[in-house]
Nanobody, 127 residues
Framework: QVQLVESGGGLVQAGGSLRLSCATS????????MAWFRQVPGKEREFVAA????????YYAHSVKGRFTISRTNAKNTVYLQMNSLKPEDTAVYYC????????????????????WGQGTQVTVSS
């Protein structure tokens, strides 16, 4: 059974930083790409960042590029999202997800390319 558990969310002032973590189990973590998405009530799930299975490739949404950094530690089966210079519009529930394809050659950014999801962690940025 594949499980993903996010942590690290919270309340922060604009301009502040948070680091999200996503611990996984039940799958060979090092063979799958990982991604972070976010969702605000009433809006569609939005891609944030993704990292390839080897960690060598990353891809970011335009809205977060230069402020957020995705990384992974395969020895700990964990993916991270370092969020700096946070803005009120970053407020959302953040979800991590694992790619449905084994060792995909390119980084995926569409939600339907990910098959397992965590429960989400709330990030609130106050102005």
């Amino acid at each position: 059974q594949v499980q993903l558990v996010e942590s690290g969310g919270g309340l922060v002032q604009a301009g502040g930083s948070l680091r999200l973590s996503c611990a996984t189990s039940g799958r060979t973590f090092s063979s799958y790409g990982m991604a972070w998405f976010r969702q605000v009530p009433g809006k569609e799930r939005e891609f944030v960042a993704a990292i390839g299975w080897s960690g060598g490739s990353t891809y970011y949404a335009h809205s977060v590029k230069g402020r957020f950094t995705i990384s992974r530690t395969n020895a700990k089966n964990t993916v991270y999202l370092q969020m700096n210079s946070l803005k009120p519009e970053d407020t959302a529930v953040y979800y991590c997800a694992t790619d449905r394809a084994l060792k995909r050659s390119v980084v995926a950014s569409s939600w339907h390319e990910y098959d397992y999801w965590g429960q989400g962690t709330q990030v609130t940025v106050s102005s």
